[in-house]
């Protein structure tokens, strides 16, 4: 069982990894169909927004 534990280590390391990986892609996935990212047609909306504070000088 001893020569086992590094294995099983790094074997729940990896899928760990693979499910953060998989929980990324879930949510940008919906969020790009639910509206939470707008990934085209967003920078006009920034460029307005970012006007009104400008730094007086």
Same mark, same amino acid.
């Given at each position: 069982m &001893? #020569?086992?534990?590094?294995?099983? =280590?790094?074997? &729940?390391g990896?899928a760990v990894?693979f499910? !953060? =990986?998989l929980f990324v892609?879930a949510?940008? =996935?919906g !969020?790009?169909?639910?509206?939470? =990212?707008?990934?085209?047609g967003?920078s006009m909306? !920034?460029?307005a #927004?970012?006007t009104?504070?400008r730094? !007086? &000088?």
């Amino acid at each position: 069982m &001893a #020569s086992r534990l590094p294995f099983l =280590i790094t074997l &729940a390391g990896v899928a760990v990894l693979f499910l !953060a =990986i998989l929980f990324v892609f879930a949510l940008v =996935i919906g !969020a790009m169909f639910f509206g939470g =990212i707008e990934f085209t047609g967003g920078s006009m909306d !920034a460029g307005a #927004s970012a006007t009104p504070f400008r730094l !007086a &000088a």
